[in-house]
């Protein structure tokens, strides 16, 4: 065979330090004929047998039912020389039937004159449960981030209404009173309060309508993404005073709901950021849509900052609004990517599918 030829010679009985190997805290073994014909104690250990017990077992017996096969497909490519070395995790059978998870590193070797696989074992258990804990950790908070987005997303929207229809309408109605007061009145006086009265309502109601825009702008409900943050970005370069423009000017996304307020989300919190941090005198939102995804880009003009600062894309981040926007990427399928350097400005760049993975959480 290929690996008799190749494959070094490895005689048990004449490895120098055989005390040392056998108390080796690392497993050592090797395999003949699918069958274990050397274990440590510490490899066979981790089965729940003997050093003695585990010579002449059968390598399907020490490892789970569901994983039987790929074992000994990896086995049998090593045996017949179509690779010398393989380490992998193998999903290994205790006595007692529980899996545990060993790290092997084995390669083709002649044992006694005929092929055998020599290896090392390494049991990973606990780091393997560990994992798997914290990866379910993980989908879960982002099963609550999801949630707590969703009904913040709601109660938002509840608010919108409630300050729009009710201390909206409340408002009006002041304001067609004063109005009446200073219509009847002879008095100069009078009519002087009323108008200024009138200029306050007029103000509170702008600022009633504004504040309800920003909890839940009413063009996302009702034209859609593009004409919601074209609104957007012309209210917010009217309260920043920085240029603005939007490329194109107009542009459809036939997005589903939640998914067009996580991008307008998005987009409404790189603008807040710029505002708060950038020190930019204009700001530009692109939108390129291709076959089966799309881009947003929010570019400023402003200081940027060092690929060394806390806010960099591969850095951890301590902010709860880029947090809270890489999060939203994430639920609608996309990626979010910020580029910065000092004083030639940051991009935020969203890039994401159109159509809805139905395996995203909803």
């Known amino acids: 065979m290929a690996n008799e030829q190749t494959a070094e010679p490895f005689d048990l009985e004449s490895v120098p330090f055989r005390g040392i190997v056998e108390q080796s805290v690392a497993g050592i073994y090797i395999l003949q004929d699918e069958t274990f014909q050397y274990a440590n104690a510490t490899f066979a250990a981790m089965a729940g047998y003997s050093a003695t017990e585990a010579i002449n077992r059968p390598l399907r017996d020490c490892v789970a039912p569901d994983y039987v096969g790929e074992v000994m497909e990896r086995y049998r490519r090593r045996i017949s020389g179509e690779v010398r070395s393989m380490r992998f995790i193998s999903h290994g059978l205790h006595r007692d039937g529980r899996v545990v998870y060993i790290e092997v590193h084995g390669e083709a070797r002649s044992f006694r004159g005929r092929p055998a696989v020599v290896g090392v074992g390494v049991n990973v258990t606990e780091q393997v449960e560990r994992d798997a804990q914290l990866r379910q950790s993980r989908q879960e908070y982002r099963e609550l981030a999801t949630y707590l987005q969703s009904m913040r997303e709601r109660q938002r929207a509840e608010y919108a209404r409630e300050v729009h229809d009710v201390l909206g309408g409340l408002l009006t109605s002041m304001k067609l009173d004063v109005g009446r007061i200073a219509r009847r009145s002879r008095s100069g006086a009078i009519r002087g309060i009323a108008a200024d009265l009138n200029a306050l309502l007029h103000e509170a109601i702008g600022n009633v309508r504004e504040l309800s825009e920003s909890m839940r702008p009413q063009a996302l409900d009702h034209l859609g993404l593009g004409a919601a943050i074209a609104g957007h970005l012309q209210r917010f ?126």
Do not use: K
């Open 237 to 362: 370069g009217e309260r920043s005073g920085l240029r603005v423009q939007l490329q194109p000017r107009e542009f459809e996304l036939p997005l589903s709901r939640w998914r067009a307020t996580a991008v307008f989300r998005i987009v409404q919190e790189a603008l807040t950021n710029v505002a708060r941090h950038a020190r930019a005198s204009s700001v530009e939102v692109r939108f390129v849509r291709g076959t089966h995804d799309f881009r947003l880009e929010i570019a400023d003009d402003g200081q940027g900052f060092a690929s060394d600062h806390p806010f960099r894309p591969d850095a951890r981040q301590h902010s709860l609004g880029l947090i809270s926007m890489r999060e939203r990427a994430r639920e609608i399928g996309g990626t979010l990517t910020i580029e910065a350097a000092p004083g030639f400005g940051t991009r935020v760049l969203l890039d994401a599918p159109i159509v809805e993975n139905p395996l995203q959480l909803s």
